[in-house]
Nanobody, 121 residues
Framework: QVQLVESGGGLVQAGGSLRLSCVAS????????MGWYRQAPGEQRELVGG???????AYGDRVKGRFTVSRDDAKNTLYLQMSSLKPEDTAVYSC???????????????WGQGTQVTVSP
């Protein structure tokens, strides 16, 4: 089993910045992919940003140029630097990680509980 714990959410004014962190722990052999997703009330969950084990990144259209995803494999930690925040960025942000228990075994996608980000006008 793998646990993902997010931190860094909170209340920020429009135009401000926040950095989210997600720490993975447990039976980790290799983390193939890590990503941030968000879901606002009444909306579907959407990709915010993801990063592979060879550092390829992908972002949702609504955050490109404002958010940056990064990972520290030595710490099994995923980060999301959010800048120029807008009220429409308000959502619960969740971390996901695709983890293999050994280097050659199949992987499982795990999810964290999420952290609330609220951007005031």
């Amino acid at each position: 089993q793998v646990q993902l714990v997010e931190s860094g959410g909170g209340l920020v004014q429009a135009g401000g910045s926040l950095r989210l962190s997600c720490v993975a722990s447990g039976n980790i052999g290799r983390i193939n992919y890590m990503g941030w997703y968000r879901q606002a009330p009444g909306e579907q969950r959407e990709l915010v940003g993801g990063i592979t084990d060879d550092s390829r990144t992908a972002y949702g259209d609504r955050v490109k140029g404002r958010f940056t995803v990064s990972r520290d494999d030595a710490k099994n930690t995923l980060y999301l630097q959010m800048s120029s925040l807008k009220p429409e960025d308000t959502a619960v942000y969740s971390c996901a990680a695709d983890v293999s228990p050994t280097a050659y075994s199949s992987s499982t996608l795990y999810w964290g509980q999420g952290t609330q980000v609220t951007v005031s006008p």
